[in-house]
């Protein structure tokens, strides 16, 4: 039997942590600096990470290579599962030729990319996030925006950024709702809380988008789009998660925000949309990917744009090019949002007690870890309604048993290598987690007293970029952030919100959700070149988050709602 400890190094939480660090230094080091392959990249930290729980925090070796195994096995399924049906479900519109028609009804919203950079990746992929999370939103928009045209290493971008502000309520609330369980705080005044920081993030998201597509004549020129559109899904978040319902905030909000855009559209129009195409036009060219079966033999996912046909789109066309993501909506809303179909999927959740493992891991605290159980959650998982929802969408398209299969077996091929990057990351997580790495380096900066109110949403960040989920950095900080709230006198529940805010912009680094990007667009290999877009981001949006918690712990705490 284990017992983790918080600081093993001499007693020293600062050299405990500092040895903690080695395994995510590891992974940006790696990825930021020597540029490896994401899998490499992995597989390197997760080694490091083992050498660190066996060589300085003492866990026995068999215990380490079970908690490996565990965080691999949750790395294939539920988070690669969801990944490869998603891509799968694409694959299916882009095999029976009705992508196309869904270029062509988008451009009937609006041609310009910059339009569809806010519509596809953040309206849309808001909502994915509201009903699937875990990574979905990314596949999906990503290989949407390749497929009208824009290029791949801009496509990863715009989506890892797009998927920021929806994250916190994403999977209808499950990170806060997992926070509220863990801490007995309300989950409604938790995600209140967050309905007072995010939004802040979800008015200027869209410009950032417009910028990464078009850079500043793209801000001079839809910046009054972008700020309607981010003002409105930021204004339906704080609603919504203050009067209406923590649940639906991202669904109301993404909708919101679609809404808003649309009627923009017809009493608005932006200057400059050729332009822009024309860049995207010469930049894809120049990119090299312009057949359908570029990338083949590099491990790419992404299939390219059709040939573009200049065909009226009939009323049965618009209905069979929206079915999938119609029915995507249906779906998951009735799996999430009625009772009775909740409760019936839920109830055939498989728990399994890791052979070996459950039961011979204790916390720091002397407790039994609950994070040896592992839910296989076979049917209730939204990987498997993705499936469910691609056999549908391949009846209805009319295609043969043996075209849908060998869709999904190609993408399995091309995509063993993300495979073994997220199994291999979910791993690494498994093992800081399960030894004490994680809750070490959380000890130590929540150490800082009244100051931790600034550093909080920190931690978040971390735990989100190490797990690619705000529900796990949740269920790693959230009790560690209540208690140090108590020490130093501060609100509990704002910390534990700050956690879940911080985790949004981790997420965007997070190795398992560049993966993801890397392999939808079909830049599998280039994670690291993707990392290097989006870190500055993320560590800008985590500066603006830390001051507005450590704002809201003083100056501004009449922003925080009465429990």
């Known amino acids: 039997m284990y017992t983790a400890e918080l600081a093993p190094l001499a007693g020293s939480l600062l050299w405990s942590s500092l040895i903690a660090l080695l395994p995510l230094l590891t992974i940006f080091l790696t990825l930021g600096v020597l540029r490896w392959k994401a899998h490499w990249a992995g597989l390197s930290a997760l080694g490091v990470a083992i050498a660190v729980a066996v060589l300085a925090y003492g866990m026995p070796v068999d215990l380490v290579a079970l908690s490996a195994t565990q965080g691999f096995a949750f790395g294939l399924f539920p ?8 891509i799968w479900l694409y694959e299916l519109t882009v095999r029976s030729g009705r992508f196309e028609d869904l270029r062509l009804v988008i451009n009937a919203i609006s041609d310009d990319p910059r339009v569809q950079a806010i ?8 909502l994915l996030e509201a009903l699937a999370g875990f990574g979905a939103p990314v596949a999906i928009t990503g290989v949407m925006l390749m497929a009208i ?6 496509a990863a971008t715009v989506v890892l950024i797009a998927n920021t502000a929806p994250v916190a309520f994403g999977a209808i609330a499950i990170p806060i709702i997992t926070a509220g369980n863990l801490t007995g705080i309300p989950y409604q005044h938790i995600g209140a809380i967050i309905g007072h920081q995010t939004p802040f993030l979800a008015a ?21 789009l972008a700020l309607v559109v981010g003002v409105v899904f930021g204004i339906s978040q704080f609603v919504s998660s203050n009067f209406v319902s923590v649940e639906l905030t991202d669904i109301i909000a993404s909708l919101a925000g679609l809404a808003a ?20 036009r010469h930049e894809r060219e120049h990119e090299g990917t312009g057949a359908p079966d570029a990338g083949e033999g590099t491990g790419s996912v992404a299939v390219a744009s059709p040939p573009r046909t200049e065909t009226r789109l009939t009323p049965g066309r618009v209905v069979m090019a929206l079915f999938p993501y119609l029915l995507v909506i249906v779906i998951f809303s009735a799996s999430k949002l009625v009772p009775a179909l909740s409760s019936f999927l839920e109830a055939t959740d498989v728990t399994i007690p890791w ?84 809750i070490t380096i959380g000890t130590w900066i929540a150490g800082t007293g009244a100051a931790f109110a600034f550093l909080s949403p ?36 704002l910390l534990v ?24 667009v079909g830049l599998l290999g280039q994670e690291s070149a993707i990392f290097r877009k989006v870190i500055w981001w993320s560590l800008g949006m985590l500066v603006a988050l830390c001051l507005l918690v450590g704002l809201q712990s003083t100056v501004l705490s009449w922003m925080i709602p009465a429990l």
């Open 79 to 86: 988070i690669m599962w969801i990944v490869l049906t998603a």
């Open 119 to 126: 519509i596809i990746a953040f309206c849309f992929g808001g």
């Open 204 to 224: 200027i998201v869209p410009l950032f988008l417009i910028f990464l597509v078009d850079g500043r004549r793209g801000v001079r020129q839809l910046w009054p």
């Open 261 to 280: 855009a649309v009627i923009m559209l017809q009493v608005w129009k932006p200057l400059g949309g050729q332009d822009a195409l024309e860049n995207m």
């Open 458 to 493: 920190i931690l978040g960040w971390l735990g989100t970029a190490v797990t690619g989920s705000d529900t796990s950095a949740n269920a790693l900080f959230a009790t560690l952030q209540q208690t140090a709230a108590e020490e130093a006198g501060l609100d509990p529940a």
């Open 355 to 438: 052979p070996g493992l459950d039961g011979n891991v204790l916390t720091a605290e002397g407790q039994v870890s609950a994070s040896t159980v592992y839910a296989f959650q076979w049917l209730s998982s939204p990987g498997t309604l993705l499936l469910i929802t691609g056999i549908i969408v391949a009846l209805v398209y009319r295609m043969s048993l043996r075209d849908a299969v060998d869709v999904f077996v190609t993408n399995v091929v091309k995509m063993r290598f993300s495979i073994l990057t997220v199994a291999s990351v979910l791993a690494l997580a498994y093992v800081m987690n399960q030894s004490g790495q994680t």
């Open 149 to 154: 045209g824009f290029t791949a290493m801009r």
């Open 497 to 520: 919100a700050a956690n879940t805010s911080g985790g949004v912009v981790g997420k965007m680094i997070s190795p398992q959700n560049l993966t993801i990007a890397a392999t939808a």
